[in-house]
């Protein structure tokens, strides 16, 4: 395990360059990849089914009113900007993550999951206990993340069906039904000849479902064999593609958890070039 | 230290997703055939026409799924109050129907397989 740590360590170098680079693309792609304040508020009518325990385990204790989510969706924008810029970074972050879990909470307690959403709360959460300037393991906790996230979704698929997830028609089945699911959507009307030409030939969609887990189950290759790390990232964000293309399913705001390997990697290639950049030297240097 | 807490929250959090889904959408699908639970209405002539997405907005097709799913074994239909309310006037009057629908993606048409409940007016 220390063994590991001290690889993933070796893979860091999280200049102050690429710190603020990360933390300013997160927060400002949080922003944009937001939905309007409209559509949180239209979720205030559907919260008034009694439970949603078969789907949501958890939920808001309280119900929100029309003022109450323009608060902290206004407190959520102005915060995460100020985040991006690093102004008063400690209150803006954790304003940030209080406000985002509030509006994703209250859009959860619906009867519908946010899957879209669902890794923000925790990098938001990541930055707020170790975001600061000079912090050494937000890009260790990110990556390790970044790999959970799959590692889970790769297991749970294997610890609840088995072999089957890939042995019978479930993806199959699934596939075809997006087509319901998502019928008038403009996603489903862009990308439609594809998914024919999946469901045309059954057998690619056992061959999709198992090439899912192998990638899933796979993921931490990203952190404990550098050699391979490319390979295995550039794998999770086709299949992710994939899945957008095929099933029709949004993946977009996912792309924040993909940052830490870019700035990780912009960082490797200058550290020989700039040993001390930071966004002052950077800017004041002659 | 705070990594292994952390690491702990991850498993938390995740376990707290997976785990309490008696029949999540994404492992439903095992054992059934493209099917789903949707809502229609009969018109004049007794055809049967399903709802088309955002004429509810913003609940979908997926969410009117979950929700005939969680509530099908409790025979609660209390929720198709709430998609009634979103419809436009002109389905007010309309009797509403629970229909669990097979989609084939050859004809791109449904077959009726269970009829779940049919609203009183």
């Known amino acids: 395990m220390k063994k590991l740590f001290n690889l993933i360590k070796t893979q860091d170098h999280e200049s102050q360059f690429a710190h603020t680079g990360l933390r300013f693309f997160t927060y400002i792609t949080l922003i944009l990849i937001l939905p309007d304040a409209q559509r949180f508020i239209e979720y205030i009518d559907i919260n008034r089914i009694p439970h949603c325990g078969y789907f949501v385990s958890y939920g808001l204790p309280f119900k929100l009113t029309i003022t109450t989510v323009h608060f902290f969706y206004w407190a959520l924008m102005v915060a995460a900007f100020f985040s991006a810029i690093g102004f008063l970074f400690r209150i803006s972050a954790f304003v940030t993550f209080i406000s985002f879990s509030v509006l994703i909470l209250h859009t959860l307690s619906s009867c519908f999951s946010n899957h879209q959403y669902y890794p923000l709360g925790l990098i938001l959460l990541f930055w707020l206990i170790n975001g600061t300037t000079g912090s050494q393991y937000i890009f260790r906790f990110l990556k390790i993340y970044f790999c959970l996230a799959f590692l889970f979704a790769g297991m749970s698929k294997l610890l609840k069906s088995g072999m089957s997830w890939i042995t019978t028609d479930s993806l199959f089945n699934m596939i075809s039904l997006q087509n319901f699911l998502h019928q008038g959507f403009a996603k489903q009307i862009d990308y439609y000849w594809l998914n024919q030409m999946i469901l045309n030939q059954p057998v690619l969609t056992n061959i999709l479902a198992l090439l899912t887990i192998l990638i899933e189950i796979g993921a931490p290759i990203a952190i404990a064999v550098n050699r391979y790390k490319w390979i295995c990232i550039a794998l999770i964000g086709m299949m992710q593609l994939g899945i957008q293309l095929i099933m029709y399913i949004e993946f977009e705001p996912w792309i924040i958890i993909y940052y830490v390997w870019v700035f990780s990697a912009v960082d490797f290639l200058l550290k020989d070039k700039f040993e001390t950049l930071s966004i002052k030297n950077f800017f004041l240097r002659k | ?121």
């Open chain 2, 1 to 121: 230290m705070s990594t292994v807490v952390l690491l702990m929250f991850v498993s938390f959090v995740t376990r707290q997703r997976f785990y309490p889904f008696t029949d999540f959408y994404m492992f439903s699908y095992l054992r059934l055939k493209p099917q789903v639970c949707t809502v229609g209405y009969q018109d004049k002539n007794g055809q049967v026409h399903y709802l088309k997405n955002f004429l509810y907005r913003p609940l979908t097709r997926g969410h009117i799924h979950q929700m005939c799913t969680a509530f099908h074994f409790s025979h609660n239909y209390e929720w198709i109050k709430i998609i009634k309310e979103r419809l436009p006037y002109e389905y007010q009057n309309k009797k509403l129907l629970i229909h669990i629908v097979e989609y084939d993606h050859k004809l791109n048409a449904l077959h009726l397989v269970k009829k779940i409940y049919e609203e009183t007016l």
